[in-house]
């Protein structure tokens, strides 16, 4: 089975500055990576995703992520932070297998940007 | 911009009583999820489809929640009776390829009184 970390529930940080949502991962199997934002009474949106290939992966609106499999990590980062970005975020896992590919999410990091 | 349609966006339904929430993926999308989100937690999977087929319901409280999707196309995911610790965001999901990435629509917050 897999299980994801989010070790920080929220994170504030003013506008301009640079911000890193962390995410730990455990599974016996290799896996895909995601992070998927979500905005008040709406549903997710896939910021970015890592299935092979380089390890620093670029999403959508400046965001993007670095797999580390030694570390089990995939942390989120941008380098400027906007008041448009406080939302909630959730780091998911799949294990590369076939058959139902379940995503396994983990509790979210609450980002709140500060004018 | 095609969108995963879940209706209704509210629900408030008293313990014991039926609720059924709907979905209606995006076009050509075959593979169908829904998940039950928890305040403060991430999403869980329910139930996967694929097509008409049942892929994974191992997480679906079975005897109290169904779903279906008949026609491989919209799904219906029901609860009888609800109970208080219903209470959640239920979000619905579709891909293409799965899980590769899923599209999903704004959800049913339910609450149980």
């Known amino acids: 089975a897999q299980s994801v970390t989010q070790l920080d529930s929220q994170v504030p940080v003013f506008e301009e500055a640079p911000v890193e949502l962390r995410c730990n991962y455990s599974s016996s199997v290799s896996v895909y990576l995601f992070w998927y934002v979500q905005y008040p009474n709406q549903g997710l949106q896939l910021l970015l995703k890592y299935l092979s290939g380089s390890t620093l992966v670029k999403g959508i609106n400046g965001f993007e992520a670095e797999f580390n499999k030694s570390q089990t990590s995939f942390h989120l980062r941008k380098p400027s932070v906007h008041i448009s970005d406080t939302a909630e975020y959730f780091c998911a896992v799949s294990a590369i297998q076939t058959g139902a590919n379940n995503l396994f999410f983990g509790t979210g990091t609450r980002l709140t940007v500060i004018p | ?113």
Not at chain 2, 57 to 82: M, N, W, Y
């Open chain 2, 1 to 113: 911009e095609a969108e995963v349609a879940q209706s209704p966006r509210y629900k408030i339904t008293e313990k014991s009583q039926a609720v059924a929430f709907w979905c209606d993926p995006i076009s050509g999308h075959a593979t169908l999820y829904w998940y039950r989100q928890i305040l403060g937690q991430g999403p869980e999977l329910l139930v996967q489809f694929q097509d008409e087929s049942v892929v994974d319901d191992s997480q679906l409280p079975k005897d109290r929640f169904s779903a279906e999707r008949l026609k491989g196309v919209d799904s219906t995911l029901k609860i009888q009776p609800a109970e208080l610790g219903d209470s959640a965001m239920y979000l619905c999901a579709s891909s293409l390829v799965d899980p590769f990435e899923q599209y999903f629509g704004p959800g049913t917050r339910l609450t149980v009184t």
